[in-house]
């Protein structure tokens, strides 16, 4: 019985047209994501056979690989609700008006502006190495946005830290649209960010209590 599954696209293939076209949609949401799904499902049957068998010989593979797939599950289960039309209030920035006033707040206090915090999640996102993510997250300990890099799915990013919205710079996500132009596709992103998801994340985020305290 599998452990995890495919979530549903909030909206269809071509809710986020001209940002991002629907076959981009669909085939990084119908191939790429299921393919981390059964991925992660069937690493965890492998790794029971291990536990059953006694038999530890690819235990390092085998946990590089539930964790790249699992990551690889998890945030782009964030990225499709981080998104949402601009017709129906996707983009923009975040605004007491809009009911995110406290998310509005937290980023100019981490970062000084939304325009700063704008500019290096944007530059974090397009200067990732080959694959990986633009991540900004919740770091629990500080109480404080931090900005991340996370290489492929599970890399270089701050232990404990929370993802709240995620731009997705792997190739698959936007090359049969923008070609090699990665900084143009991570710019158009800032049209399409569905604020209220962000701030549902951020709010839960920061209700959750550190483990430890430094």
Do not use: C
């Not at 269809?12 to 992660?40: C, R, S």
């Not at 008006?97 to 944007?122: C, M, P, R, W, Y």
């Amino acid at each position: 019985m599998a452990i995890y599954t495919l979530p549903e696209l909030p909206y269809d293939y071509a809710a986020l047209e001209p940002v991002i076209n629907p076959q981009i949609i669909e085939l990084h949401h119908d191939k790429h994501h299921a393919a981390y799904v059964k991925g992660a499902n069937d690493t965890l049957e492998q790794l029971e056979e291990a536990r059953d068998k006694e038999q530890w010989g690819s235990i390092n593979g085998l946990e590089k690989n539930l964790a790249f797939h699992l990551s690889g599950h998890i945030l782009h289960s964030i990225y499709w609700n981080n998104m949402d039309s601009p017709k129906d209030g996707g983009g923009g920035e975040p605004l007491a008006a809009d009911g995110v006033g406290d998310l509005a707040d937290a980023i100019t206090e981490s970062f000084g502006s939304f325009a700063k915090f704008k500019a290096q999640l944007t530059k974090a996102a397009a200067t990732t190495q080959g694959s990986g993510w633009g991540v900004l997250a919740y770091e629990p300990i500080s109480g404080r946005l931090i900005v991340e890099q996370v290489y492929d799915h599970q890399g270089n990013v701050g232990q404990g830290s929370i993802p709240v919205l995620v731009f997705d710079a792997w190739e698959h996500a936007f090359y049969l649209q923008y070609k090699n132009q990665k900084v143009d596709f991570i710019d158009a992103m800032w049209q399409v960010v569905n604020w209220q998801d962000v701030n549902k994340r951020y709010q839960a985020a920061k209700a959750s209590v550190p483990l430890i305290s430094l």
